[in-house]
């Protein structure tokens, strides 16, 4: 599934180009971006792009910094949590594709009783950050939400993600409460 025409909408900063490119540009470096659902066959790559994107934003990292390794490196708890989405909400999780390699990729849950989809996690390769895929990668997410009846969104950040904090504002989150994780040694 190709999304390039609701894809255009998210770069309000960008002129509308004729219909048929699915190319974005942003900072001078321009890409042809297409975003699907995930596949089995994407497992890799999106777990490869979890372990590298999350580095100084991460709460397991920070257990890790603090405590030590507590039962693996943070690099595969983070895995391990993407990896549970991948599994359990594959009709909620997307990819975006750079020449046919993925290159990031977000995962959500619907909450149906309360009308609320969940961005879980969403990460976008290092090298390829900072050219519009995160934002294409959340109309994705945002469109699915409103596809399945949601009318509200959520996703949560730790205060040391800075480029998050400016992100999410940008495509129409707005804070409303800041939480303090715990934790010790029994």
């Keep these: 599934m ?9 770069f309000r900063r960008q ?18 971006v297409e975003v699907r659902r ?4 994407d497992r890799r790559a999106v777990l490869r792009i979890a372990a590298e994107s999350f580095a100084g934003l991460c709460l397991d990292e920070n257990i890790e910094k ?17 990896a ?12 975006a594709l750079v020449g046919g390699e993925v290159v990031g990729f977000i995962c959500s849950r619907l909450y149906g009783s309360r009308s609320v989809g969940h961005v879980a996690n969403m990460a976008v390769a290092p090298e390829f950050q900072g050219r519009g895929i995160g934002k294409a990668l959340m109309r994705a997410a945002l469109d699915h939400f409103r596809g399945q009846g949601m009318r509200y969104a959520r996703i949560e950040t730790l205060e040391q993600n800075e480029k998050g904090l400016r992100f999410y504002p940008s495509v129409g989150f707005e804070e409303i409460g800041r939480q303090v994780f715990y934790f010790m040694e029994l």
């Design 2 to 10: 190709t999304l390039g025409k609701k894809i255009r909408g998210v």
């Design 15 to 32: 002129p509308r180009r004729p219909q048929g490119g699915g190319r974005e540009e942003s900072g001078g470096q321009s890409a042809a």
């Design 38 to 41: 995930y596949k089995g066959g």
């Design 66 to 82: 603090r405590f030590g390794r507590v039962g693996g490196r943070w690099q595969e708890h983070k895995k391990d949590s993407v």
């Design 84 to 95: 549970y989405d991948l599994s359990s909400s594959t009709s909620c999780t997307f990819v």
